[in-house]
Every structure is written in C-alpha cells, then in structure tokens.
C-alpha cells in the first residue's frame, strides 16, 4: 500500500515492524559513524591512537542495555536476527554479503555470551574494568555508541516537540528511547503493565482498558519521559478517538 502512494515507509506507515526495522539500522549506523568521527586521530597529542576498527560492545549489537534480563536478550537476539537476515529489505541497499555475514557472527557471539553467567562477567570485567566499584543495582554506564544514539534521539525529539505536537504511539516510544528505558524499566517505574505500555505506543486500541484508564496510563508515562503530562493526554485521546471513529465507519 505504501509503494502504491508513493510515500515514504516512516512516514506512511512509522509504526510497523519494517519501519521500525529501518529506524534502528539508521539509528545505529549514524551513531557508529559520530562514534567514528569524534575519535582522535593518531597525529593528535590528545592520547594514543584509537585502535583502528574498534567493534561495539556485545550490548551495542543486541542494542540493549547492561540491566536487560534474559527474557529482553532474547527478544533483541531474535530482532537483531530478523533485520540481518539474508533477505532483510531495510538493509538490503546497506550492508554487503560480507558485512552481512560479519553482523550475523556478532550477534550470534553476543547472544551465546550474555546468556552465559560466566562468561558474561569475565566479559563486562574486561570491557568495563572500572564497574567492580558499582553497588549492585546501580545505573549501569552506557557505551560511547549508546550515549551517541541517546543524544541524536534526543536532539530530534527537540526539533520535532513544540507546544502544538499531537503525541502518537511512535512518538511515545521515541521518547522513551530517547530516555534509554526499555519497555520493562518503564513498567516498574510507572507500575502500568508491560502488555499496555506496548499497546499505547503500537496504538493498538483494542487491547487497552476503558479510556479513564488509559488517561491516567498517559499521565505516568508521560512524567516518567519528562514530557508534559497534559498536552500528552489531550493529543492523544484526541488521536484515539479519531481512529476508533474511522474503525467504526
């Protein structure tokens, strides 16, 4: 349907799994190259020359973070798995076969080791020496590349919210990337259940409760992503309205 208007994917149609599919490779290939680009060069007298071809954390290739449990790996094994499949049409014009290939064995060594508790923690001592201090359940410290993608979403989430912005669900969920919650950090900070939380920002109206309820799911969200708990409610009850009324025509 969005090849037969002739309109962009994201724009079209932002909050289906292709699009979501493109967002995350272009999200993750912008911060990579920042990443790149703000490194030193070796002529500098800043420090010593970066080692060339530095790879991202097995974290940054699941693109989840410290904190996720099992369950989350999984999930982001399987995603990453589907997006860099052999047939995969958001990267098909940007990965070759042998950078396929390359991905794939990453995902792959990441998913065998952040599921094994031993070999997961002589990892994190290796890459993250200086974490040992950490209490146990402090916020963990994010990688480079992780800190670019959470600037880059954050600077576009200042361009695109004024005052006048109608918060959708992939707007919601924007934000709270931006904020670098999964949608299980998010749960137990506002206490609404994961399945809901998943249907407001996939607008999947059916499986929400009574609208009181969602207003007031609205208001959590919204102070726990540092938006405007007001202007989210109207704008979005406005849109849910909306669309149930072209469902019932």
Do not use: H, N, W
Not at 196 to 201: G, I, K, P, T
């Amino acid at each position: 349907m969005t090849a037969r208007r002739r309109r962009p994917l994201l724009i079209d149609a932002p909050t289906c799994k292709s699009a979501r599919d493109i967002e995350r490779v272009a999200r993750r290939t912008l911060a990579a190259l920042g990443q790149q680009q703000s490194r030193p060069r070796a002529t500098e007298p800043s420090g010593p020359p970066p080692r060339p071809g530095a790879p991202l954390t097995l974290y940054d290739v699941l693109g989840i973070s410290r904190a996720a449990s099992d369950d989350e790996i999984r999930r982001a094994y399987k995603r990453q798995r589907e997006i860099f499949r052999e047939d995969s049409l958001p990267i098909v014009s940007l990965v070759d076969a042998a950078g396929m290939r390359r991905e794939q064995a990453r995902i792959e060594e990441a998913y065998d080791t952040l599921l094994d508790p031993v070999r997961k923690q002589a990892y994190d001592l290796s890459i993250f020496p200086e974490d040992d201090r950490l209490r146990p359940g402090a916020t963990e410290a994010r990688s480079s590349a992780s800190e670019a993608e959470l600037a880059m979403l954050q600077a576009e989430l200042g361009r695109e919210i004024t005052p006048e912005t109608a918060f959708s669900g992939a707007l919601l969920r924007k934000a709270r990337e931006a904020q670098g919650l999964e949608i299980g950090e998010l749960a137990q900070a506002t206490k609404v259940a994961p399945a809901y939380l998943r249907a407001l920002e996939a607008e999947q109206f059916a499986t929400l409760p009574a609208d009181v309820y969602v207003r007031g799911f609205l208001q959590l969200v919204a102070k726990a992503i540092k938006l405007d708990p007001t202007q989210v409610v109207r704008t979005y009850m406005k849109r849910l309205r909306a669309l149930q009324a072209e469902g019932d025509d």
